[in-house]
Structure formats: structure tokens, C-alpha cells
């Protein structure tokens, strides 16, 4: 295949929010169009995006001499992380803290209970578009919010939750499905 300028390619998020989550029992979604009703939105991220660490460990085996002669893969990762920058989102504080550890509303007032209870396992999908409006969608139908970078508050900056997703492989031992298609004619 010749080389064109054409498979070059940005990401924004779709209109309305790119990150969704719910429960790993709900439907996934097998195309970028498919529904996602049984997912709640979590707003907007922060600039920076979304970012994908896919890591392969391995081990150097070496022969008599010093010459390496095979590297088996030992392990596989598969990581996202984002900001989520809706601090005042309800949804995304039970994310970020657990459901079971918000509760009220923003107008009668939230209670946040920070603690070291272990977070759920959910299912999550990202939607954005690429050049020349190419949807792509990721769904991730087992990752777990495995770390939580330091929040800042800040009176120029936006307080956001830096979470790492760490997806861990479904029935089928895949760990993410990416769905691309161009708009339709």
C-alpha cells in the first residue's frame, strides 16, 4: 500500500462527551453506531485526551556467550488513562470513589466517603471522530480504575481526576475492541 497523507489522523471526542460507563453485564456495542443507552456519560476530559499504553513485558533469553536467542513475552497491559474534569458530576465521583461512597445532589449537597475500598470492575466505551469525520469507537467490556493521579485545586487550572483504566481480558481474552468506520455517503 502507498503511503498517503490520508491515513494521517487526529481525535476529538464526539459531541456531548466521549467517555461512557456501566456495569459489565450491559450489551456492548459491536460497531460505532450501535446503541449505548445502558452507558452514563461522564463529561468532559481534559485536553490531553485520551491516552492507550499497550505493554508487552518480555524476558531476553541468551545463549552461552552473551548472544540473545529468544525473547518470550511474559506479560501484556493494557492501560488508559484520562482527566475527568466534571468534578461536580455525581456519575463521575461514583467512578472515581465508588457508588456505594457518594450519595445526595449537588443542590441538597453530595457526601463524598474516601476510603480504600476496592473499586468495580465496569464495562467502558470511548467515541470519537478522526479525519474526514471517520467514527472510531474503543470498547473496553472489563477495566477497572486502577490509580488516581494527584488533584490539583487551583484558581487557574480545572480540578480533574487523573484515572488509569487498566482493562483486563473478557471471555474471548481480548482486553479492548477498536470499531472504525467512515461516514456513510
Known sequence: MAQTTSNVTA???VTGGALYV???TASLPTSTSASITAFT???YISEDGLKNELTRDSEEIKAWGGDTVLQPQTGFTDKFT???IETLNTDVLKE????SNVSGTLAGGVTV???SDELSERAWVVD???RGDVAKRVVIPNGKITEIGEITYADNEAAGYEVTITAFPDSSGNTHYEYIKEPAS
Not at 96 to 99: L, N, S, Y
Open 82 to 84: 484520562c482527566t475527568l
Open 96 to 99: 472515581v470513589f465508588g457508588a
Open 128 to 130: 470519537m471522530v478522526m
Open 22 to 24: 456501566a456495569a459489565t
Open 113 to 115: 466517603n474516601v476510603n
Open 41 to 43: 456519560g461522564l463529561g
Open 11 to 13: 481525535a476529538k471526542p
